[in-house]
Nanobody, 124 residues
């Protein structure tokens, strides 16, 4: 089992920044790829970004490329999502997830463990 706890969400003005954290406990964090997903009201949960177990591979959905950066610190068992130039359409509940597919995936069904989510609100 891997337990994931997100933090860092909140209210920010458009154009602002937030840094989300995902703290992991349980099994060896470094064995897992980490992903971030988000769900806006009335919409399905969607992929945002992932990072491979060894940080070599990262991938982003088109709408956040150049604005968001995913990273991880395996020594701290923590993954991060730095979000810059936030837009109102970025507002959602953000979830981190861990996948035993070490290189990562955009598919939600490839992720074995999920956090409870953290709310991001962007005012225009």
């Amino acid at each position: 089992q891997v337990q994931l706890v997100e933090s860092g969400g909140g209210l920010v003005q458009a154009g602002g920044s937030l840094r989300l954290s995902c703290a992991a406990s349980g099994r060896t964090f470094s064995n897992y790829a980490m992903g971030w997903f988000r769900q806006a009201p009335g919409k399905e949960r969607e992929f945002v970004a992932f990072i491979s177990w060894n940080t070599v591979r990262t991938y982003y959905t088109d709408s956040v490329k150049g604005r968001f950066t995913i990273s991880r610190d395996n020594a701290k068992n923590t993954a991060y999502l730095q979000m810059n130039s936030l837009k109102p359409e970025d507002a959602a509940v953000y979830y981190c997830a861990a996948s035993s597919i070490g290189l990562g995936s955009t598919r939600q069904d490839r992720y074995d463990y999920w956090g409870q989510g953290t709310q991001v609100t962007v005012s225009s």
